[in-house]
């Protein structure tokens, strides 16, 4: 990214630019994480780098694509094939089993059925969740949902996992657990990963720890890289 900025109610007189020119770049294989404050444009800027939405002006280029020049068939590609998305809310289909769940991503990709079925109970397994693939959300503690989302967020071999507070819902225990899952995700699988969460021993875990306040990054140093103890 080099010189996002995004504006709302523009050209009038109450316009209001949430991000001033941010420029980041992240590298294949890294695991980085964006913290700030409430307010600081974490949710403006994870939108864009997930092609949710657009910039007001500056250049975003992912993995070799120029979003600006893509149409909106070519960005509803980029976010189901390139992009893994992982949120604090789970975000999967009520009366869908995990399966199904998982299973999305692949049906949006023109995937044949019997390959979605198989790559979906494979990352299921992966994922610790094989036992509970005919399950339903609401038969799923808040750990499970979450790890649902992570097969599904990996099923279609994303260029970038993208992951939103993934665990501003759960406890310790199972914020521990579903950490895990992101480390594995980095190193077994090489998985580049943008983790946006305002918990300081989470972001520590990561490569590289980036700081947004006001719509700007003010900051940025290097993470341990290592699994901690939440």
Partial sequence: MRGIRKSYYIGQPNELEILHGIDLTVWPGEFVAIVGESGSGKSTLMNIIGVLDKPTSGEYTLDGVDIH????DELA?????????VFQTYNLIGRQSALKNVELPMLYAGIPGGER??????WLDRVGMGERARHQPNELSG????????????????????ADEPTGAL??????????????????YHKTIVL?????ALAEECQRVLTLHDGRIIAERKGSGVRGAL
Avoid: Y
């Fill in 69 to 72: 020049k893509a149409d909106d």
């Fill in 77 to 85: 590609g980029i976010r189901n094939n390139k992009i893994g998305f």
């Fill in 117 to 122: 079925t198989r790559r979906a109970k494979e």
């Fill in 143 to 162: 750990g499970q949902k979450q790890r649902v989302a992570i097969a599904r967020a990996m099923v279609n071999d994303p260029a970038l996992i993208l």
């Fill in 171 to 188: 406890d310790s225990e199972t914020s521990r657990v579903v950490m895990d899952l992101f480390h594995e995700m980095h190193e077994k």
């Fill in 196 to 200: 946006i969460t305002h918990n300081p």
